[in-house]
Every structure is written in structure tokens, then in C-alpha cells.
């Protein structure tokens, strides 16, 4: 009995070990392939790790930006508000340190690779004629698409949203 | 070897996703993101973009920028529902001569089917840049109430794509191989499906591997983007009625309430409330104006209640056309990004009288499954190498009867694991090896699995020599385990067959045991630990009185000596805290052998300062009993 079924195995065992041979070479490739991919993957990870808590903090760099677009006349020059200047371009040097770059957008060609439309109003075709808000890269990858309104074409009028673009080419 | 992907070709997104190692992932798009917008369009320059890029620039060009695409796939231009999205969708709707539906972009015409293409060739091209190989196969998903016609337009533009459609599966279908349901033997499994724009519910039967649709309803104008506008609206609402102000009328302030609205209904699932603060949303004559609203988890709930309800009839209908009952269902999955409202959840667990499955990232379940479904198709899914796991945790008994664990419990084997231990008393002859099995803290309780001796070890001080105790498990469950002395090369070892292993219930047992155990179990290892600490101390004291005990002035020598006697007669005791006292007395104290020794140099420097060069052995000796002091008084002050 024990000889005739070590006869069978034998017999049946070369295709049987082609087949093993071949799982155990596409196991340890897959392995090896994996090994890369976590590799790149952990790197790729550590890399981008700040990506969502600087998402968040980007936020509040917009509100600041917003504040000093509206900063009165009569505030300008007082000390208290060259304090929170200070502070504003502390927190944009943080995220500068961190490898967070600004995104150009006023004045450039709108490309959806970097910038996101969110209107259209006078202004020279195909042009951005205002930043709604600024785009951030982060290690050169876009975290943030610049939010902008894109020019249509029609000569600039003096429409409603003239002067606010205006002041928004003072402010940035 | 050209690889095999499952995508998930979604209404608004779309995923990509492949079998790694032998689990599902999800592949991110060039731009990093893990979903892909359905969006195609030609650019004003006649570019042709697909994805990221062509939802960013649709503002400007929403003639050229074609989505919601699964819509018209395989649909007559004169079906009602072509005709109903025809009014809603801002791109030009034509009729083919066939009766088909055609869209219009960059003054071409092109056919469902063409525009599903090129989201599925972007879909490709990132999958083949991430995966490092050529992707020619995929099994691509359709919703459950996809017809014939509907079925074979996604299958064409998989073949215009360059795509070989192995299989098209149904969405539902694709979740319950996600939650890997497969494996089971027969369900009746209810799939809750709440995207972005559409609500599917799909009752399905399995058995024996295979999957039956038996009924399906849903509501295809239902989604998250229902539940952001409730919000939005109610916040202008809130602010028109501080302010005055309608920012409806302000399209970008609109665009940021949108997104706080986004944010602030995602935060909802986790939080109670949230705050929607929003500075310098708008200005008018006396100045800017900030919104800052405040949101409770219930009054979003009482503001999106009612599409929630919405999607309750669907299921009703659904169970009604399968002619069963919500207690004859015996899984319920719930899919989509908006599941993870809370609300939904309580409202699909009220009306199926169970606890919906969620495990599983609710966004990405279909990609994932349809992934599956392509390895188990390519036999990616291998059966020839089941790879086995250690039921039980594998280590060593170390002293005051701890367990030391080598090998933690579901490791895959064959694995192999060393670590270097030492003697515990001064010129130790012999170390015993005591292998052991099981989750408890304390030696004792776990199971023996056999032990040896290791003889032979040089006369030395406790700490100095190094025994390297190495565990092996081969694929076949056999552990070997071998103590060899590193000064000597002296080596003993031990093969636990299989066969003294334990059987399931006796693992189980002891899993149950360990759990139940747990706080006993730390108590006692404190316990162990604390006196470990102890009596290492007593050791350290010793020995540097032993070697300085010279330079120590009596007093504070005699001090030390009954601080010793102090920790020795605390640890014939069972209180652990009172040990922990001693020692820690016993540390400061000796802390004082150092200053008094240092003092005693001529010219000895402030404290802090640096020691003059030639202070000898007199001066080193303290010095290098003072880190160890100071590493156990770490550790009990940690603890």
C-alpha cells in the first residue's frame, strides 16, 4: 500500500512541483513587487502626512488674508495692527518651513491643473481676472486648487464687480 | 504579467481599484486622490481633460464639460428619464439615428459610451503608472437595475477604453465581496447604497458562492449633495436673519457656505455639534460681516430627516417585490459616502430591525469588491498556498515567572524570531528554558510546551552574559527553539511538533481565559515587575557599597544599609505600592553616595560642573552606578 502510493505521487509529482515552482516564483514576485510598493507608499506617506492638518489650517490663513483685504484706513497704521501682520506672516513662514508654496493665480493663464473656476466675469479671455481664494502646493503636488474667476472675453465695464477686483489686486 | 483592476464607474466618481499581496487597494489618480470625478470635457484650446481637471474648469465652459454620463448610458433619447435629465443638465442632448442618446463637446458629437471611455482610459493610464505594469483586464460594475442595453454600453466603452471587460458585476454584488460575504454559505443580504447623487437599494440571495439579485428600488435624484443644500439653505437663513444679508445672491460667499455646509455635516458624524465660522463672508455699508453659526447633531438631523425618510419607501419596495420580510434578512451593507451620517445609519438599523455592517469604507466597498471578483476570476486568488497563522502567542517564562513573548499570537508562519536574554544572579551556571503558549501576563497560567537546560555558562556577574534564544516555526506548525550561550557558542535545543499544539476550543478557551484574566493578570505582573525592580536595586546598592563603601560617610552608610533591609523585608510582603516606596527611598537615598563621593575631591567642582581629569576609579565608580539607579527609579515613577 505505502509503495504503490509513493509510486502515484511520484509519477504525478513533476507537474505537481512545475506547478509549485511556478505559485512559489509568482509569491515571492509579488512579494518583492509589494515590498517596493510599501516602500514607495511609506515614503510617499511621510511625505504628505501634514497634508490634512495643513488643509485645515489653510483656512484660517484665508481668514486672516480676508481680514487685512478689509483692514480700515483708520486701523492701518496703528501698532496693535502691525502685531497681527507679524503674526500673519509668521503663520505663512510656518507653512512655508513645511513645504506649502502659493499658487500664482491673478493675471495668469487659467489652467485647471492648478486653479479651479468658480465664475466668469469681464475680462480678458481665458485670463484670471480675480483669486476668490489662494491655492497652496504642498512639496510641489496642488493640495489646494487657487478658486478663481475666470475671464470671458467682454471688454472690462465698469460693472459691479470692478471695484472689488481692484481692491483684491491691492490686497494680494 | 499584465494585471487585472476593478473599477467602480460611478455618477459623479469614479474609482480604480487592484489586488496587492492578496487584499484589495484602492489606486489613487495622478493628481493623488482616491476618487475620480466623472467628468470629461474639451477645453476652450481643444484640449481634451478628464477627471480633476475638467470639474475644475466647468464653470467657464459648462457646454464642453460632460458628467452624470452613467444617466444616458444605454438609454433611448425618448426614455422619460433622458428626458427629465435633458432639462437639468447644461450640455446639448441629441438623438442618434438609432434612437441612442449623443452628447455634444467641442462641436462633436460623441456617445455614452465614448465619454465612459475616456474616464476608463484615465482610470487605466494612473493604475498602470502607480502598479509599474500593463492593467489590459477589468471587471467593471453597473448598478443592480442595469439592463441589457445599459449593460453592454459600459462593456463597450471598457472595450474603447483598450480594456478587455472580464466581467461586468453588479454594484451590490461587488459590496458583499467586499465584506467578503462570499465566504458564507447563504444570506440574504440587503445593500443600502446612499452616493452622492443616487440611492440604490438591491436585495440579493447567496448561495454557494453566487449572488441573485432579487429585487431592487431606489430614488436616482437622492444623495449627499440633497443633504448639503438642506444645510446650506438653512444656513443662509440663519444669516439673513442676523444680518439682513441673502447670500444667495453673492456667488462666491454662496461657494464657501457650500463647503462649511460639506464640512460641517461631515464633522456631524463624529461630533455633537460644530461651529460654521465663516469671518468676512460679506460687507456691506457699515462694514464686513462674518457668519458664525452654530450646528447641533439634531437640528441637522431635524433638517435632513426628510430625505432620509425618502430613501425608507425604496427599501419597503424593495422587500415587498422580494417577498420577504426585514426578519428574513440576514445582512444589511451600507455603501455610499452619505452612510456616515448617523441618521442614516439609525434609521436603516430602525427599519431592518439589525445592525447594518459598516466596516468597510463606505466610498470605496464597490471598487474593492469588483477587485476581488478580477482576482478570483484571474486566479490571483491562489488556493495551492494557504498560509496559516499562530493561534496563540509563543514565548519564554523570564524572571519572577513572566511571561516574555517571542512570537505574537496570528503571526504568519513560517516565522523565525530571536532575542537575547541574560542570568539573573551572579556567576549563574545554567539558564532554564521554559517555552510556553497562551495570552497571560504570568508564565504559570499559559501552557507548557516543553523546557531545557543550557548549562555550562562561565562564571560572571548577573547581566553579563548573552543567551540568544531564537524560536522557529516552519510552515508545517513545528517549532523549534534553541538557547546558545554567545560567549561560549555553547547551544541546546528543543522541537515541538504540531501534534503537542491544541485544538480550537482550547484556543479559544484560552483566548477567552486571558481576556477574562486581564486586570488579575497586569495586577500580577506589576507585582512581578515591582519586585524585578527591587531586587535589582538591592543588588546595584550593594555592589556599590561593596566597591566605595570607603568613601561613604557612616552616617549616611548606615542610612543605606537600613534602607536595603527596608526594600528586603517589603518584598516578603504582597504589597506592591509599599515595595514601590521602598525603592524609590532606597534610590534617593543612594542618589547621595555620588554627591558625598564627588565632594570629597580636592577642588571638586559645583555640582553640575565638570569632573577634573585623574578623579580614577574613585570617581567612576558612582558615576556608572547612577544611570541604572536613575533608569529604575524611571520606571516605577512611569508606572
Given at each position: 500500500?505505502?509503495?504503490?502510493?509513493?509510486?502515484?505521487?511520484?509519477?504525478?509529482?513533476?507537474?505537481?512541483?512545475?506547478?509549485?515552482?511556478?505559485?512559489?516564483?509568482?509569491?515571492?514576485?509579488?512579494?518583492?513587487?509589494?515590498?517596493?510598493?510599501?516602500?514607495?507608499?511609506?515614503?510617499?506617506?511621510?511625505?504628505?502626512?501634514?497634508?490634512?492638518?495643513?488643509?485645515?489650517?489653510?483656512?484660517?490663513?484665508?481668514?486672516?488674508?480676508?481680514?487685512?483685504?478689509s483692514l480700515p484706513e483708520k486701523l492701518a497704521h496703528l501698532t496693535w495692527t502691525d502685531g497681527m501682520r507679524l503674526i500673519h506672516r509668521k503663520l505663512q513662514a510656518t507653512l512655508e518651513a513645511q513645504g506649502v508654496t502659493e499658487i500664482k493665480a491673478l493675471g495668469e493663464d487659467f489652467d485647471p491643473s492648478i486653479h479651479e473656476a468658480v465664475g466668469q466675469a469681464a475680462g480678458e479671455d481665458g485670463k484670471i481676472v480675480e483669486e476668490a481664494q489662494r491655492g497652496y502646493r504642498l512639496h510641489g503636488r496642488v493640495i489646494r486648487p487657487a478658486f478663481v474667476i475666470v475671464g470671458n472675453g467682454s471688454p472690462p465695464e465698469k460693472n459691479e464687480t470692478e471695484p472689488r477686483t481692484r481692491s483684491d489686486d491691492a490686497g494680494g | 504579467m499584465a494585471r487585472t483592476v476593478g473599477i467602480d464607474l460611478g455618477t459623479t466618481f469614479s474609482l480604480v481599484a487592484a489586488m496587492q499581496g492578496g487584499d484589495p487597494v484602492i489606486i489613487p489618480t495622478s493628481e493623488g486622490e482616491r476618487l475620480l470625478p466623472s467628468v470629461v470635457a474639451v477645453s476652450k484650446t481643444g484640449e481634451r481633460l478628464v477627471g480633476w481637471?475638467?470639474?475644475?474648469?466647468?464653470?467657464?465652459?459648462?457646454?464642453?464639460?460632460?458628467?452624470?454620463?452613467?444617466?444616458?448610458?444605454?438609454?433611448?433619447?425618448?426614455?422619460?428619464?433622458?428626458?427629465?435629465?435633458?432639462?437639468?443638465?447644461?450640455?446639448?442632448?441629441t438623438e442618434a439615428p438609432n434612437g441612442d442618446c449623443r452628447v455634444v463637446m467641442g462641436g462633436k458629437e460623441y456617445s455614452p459610451p465614448e465619454i465612459s471611455a475616456m474616464i476608463l482610459q484615465k482610470l487605466k493610464t494612473d493604475a498602470e503608472a502607480y502598479l509599474g505594469e500593463k492593467v489590459t483586464d477589468a471587471v467593471i460594475t453597473v448598478p443592480a437595475y442595469f439592463n441589457d442595453s445599459q449593460r453592454q454600453a459600459t462593456k463597450d466603452a471598457g472595450a474603447i477604453a483598450g480594456l478587455n471587460v472580464i466581467r461586468i458585476i453588479n454594484e451590490p454584488t461587488a459590496s458583499s465581496l467586499a465584506y467578503g460575504l462570499d465566504k458564507k454559505k447563504e444570506a440574504i443580504v440587503a445593500v443600502y447604497d446612499l452616493g452622492g447623487g443616487t440611492f440604490d437599494i438591491s436585495v440579493l440571495e447567496m448561495g454557494e458562492g453566487t449572488f441573485q439579485v432579487k429585487s431592487t428600488s431606489g430614488d436616482t435624484h437622492l444623495g449627499g449633495d440633497d443633504f448639503d443644500q438642506r444645510i446650506t439653505d438653512w444656513l443662509c437663513d440663519e444669516f439673513k436673519k442676523q444680518s439682513g444679508i441673502d447670500l444667495r445672491q453673492d456667488r462666491m460667499a454662496l461657494q464657501r457656505v457650500r463647503d462649511a455646509a460639506e464640512k460641517a455635516k461631515r464633522e456631524l458624524s463624529t461630533l455633537q455639534q460644530t461651529e460654521i465660522s465663516l469671518p468676512y463672508i460679506t460687507a456691506d455699508a457699515s462694514g464686513p460681516k462674518h457668519m458664525n453659526i452654530m450646528l447641533s447633531r439634531p437640528k441637522m438631523e431635524q433638517l435632513v430627516m426628510e430625505l432620509v425618510d425618502k430613501s425608507i419607501g425604496p427599501c419597503r419596495q424593495a422587500l415587498q417585490d422580494a417577498g420577504l420580510t426585514p426578519a428574513q434578512i440576514s445582512e444589511v451593507l451600507l455603501v455610499g459616502g452619505q452612510t456616515r451620517t448617523p441618521l442614516v445609519q439609525a434609521k436603516v438599523a430602525e427599519f431592518f430591525a439589525q445592525e447594518p455592517k459598516k466596516t468597510v469604507n463606505p466610498d470605496e466597498a464597490v471598487a474593492l469588491g469588483a477587485a476581488i471578483q478580477g482576482g478570483v476570476l484571474k486566479g490571483e486568488v491562489r488556493e495551492v498556498l494557504l498560509l496559516d497563522v499562530t493561534p496563540l502567542t509563543l514565548g519564554i517564562e523570564t524572571l519572577g515567572g513572566v511571561a516574555t513573548s517571542l512570537i505574537p499570537r496570528n503571526t504568519t508562519i513560517p516565522t523565525s524570531k530571536s532575542q537575547v536574554f541574560s542570568t539573573a544572579a551572579d556567576s549563574q551556571p545554567s539558564v532554564e528554558v521554559h517555552v510556553i503558549q497562551g495570552e497571560r501576563p504570568m508564565a504559570g497560567d499559559n501552557k507548557t510546551l516543553g523546557r531545557f537546560v543550557l548549562d555550562g555558562i562561565l562564571p560572571a556577574p548577573r547581566g553579563m552574559p548573552q543567551i540568544e534564544v531564537a524560536f522557529d516555526i516552519d510552515a508545517n506548525g513545528i517549532l523549534s527553539v534553541s538557547a546558545k550561550d554567545k560567549g561560549t557558542g555553547r547551544e541546546q535545543k528543543i522541537t515541538i511538533t504540531a501534534s503537542s499544539g491544541l485544538s480550537k476550543d482550547e484556543v479559544e478557551k484560552m483566548t477567552r481565559d486571558a481576556?477574562?484574566?486581564?486586570?488579575?493578570?497586569?495586577k500580577k505582573k506589576e507585582e512581578i515587575e515591582a519586585r524585578n525592580t527591587a531586587d535589582n536595586l538591592i543588588y546595584q546598592a550593594e555592589k556599590v557599597m561593596r566597591e566605595h563603601g570607603d568613601k561613604v560617610p557612616a552616617?549616611?552608610?548606615?542610612?543605606?544599609?537600613?534602607?536595603?533591609?527596608?526594600?528586603?523585608?517589603?518584598?516578603?510582603?504582597?504589597?506592591?505600592?509599599?515595595?514601590?516606596?521602598?525603592?524609590?527611598?532606597?534610590?534617593?537615598?543612594?542618589?547621595?553616595?555620588?554627591?558625598?563621593?564627588?565632594q570629597q575631591q580636592p577642588g571638586a567642582p559645583p555640582p553640575g560642573g565638570q569632573a577634573p581629569p585623574g578623579t580614577g576609579a574613585g570617581g567612576e565608580g558612582p558615576g556608572k552606578g547612577k544611570p541604572d539607579e536613575g533608569t529604575v527609579e524611571g520606571e516605577f515613577r512611569e508606572v
Open positions: 500500500m505505502e509503495e504503490d502510493r509513493q509510486e502515484t505521487t511520484a509519477e504525478s509529482g513533476a507537474p505537481d512541483a512545475q506547478r509549485y515552482m511556478d505559485n512559489w516564483r509568482r509569491a515571492e514576485a509579488d512579494f518583492e513587487n509589494f515590498k517596493k510598493r510599501v516602500e514607495l507608499d511609506r515614503a510617499e506617506s511621510a511625505r504628505f502626512a501634514s497634508t490634512a492638518i495643513i488643509l485645515n489650517i489653510l483656512p484660517v490663513l484665508d481668514d486672516l488674508d480676508r481680514a487685512f483685504k | 481637471l475638467a470639474k475644475r474648469q466647468g464653470v467657464t465652459n459648462p457646454e464642453n464639460t460632460i458628467y452624470s454620463i452613467k444617466r444616458l448610458m444605454g438609454r433611448k433619447f425618448k426614455d422619460s428619464t433622458v428626458q427629465f435629465d435633458l432639462k437639468r443638465l447644461p450640455y446639448k442632448i481576556e477574562a484574566h486581564a486586570a488579575d493578570d497586569t552616617d549616611l552608610k548606615q542610612q543605606i544599609e537600613g534602607k536595603i533591609a527596608a526594600v528586603r523585608s517589603a518584598m516578603q510582603g504582597q504589597d506592591t505600592a509599599y515595595i514601590r516606596r521602598t525603592v524609590q527611598d532606597l534610590t534617593e537615598t543612594m542618589q547621595k553616595i555620588g554627591a558625598s563621593v564627588y
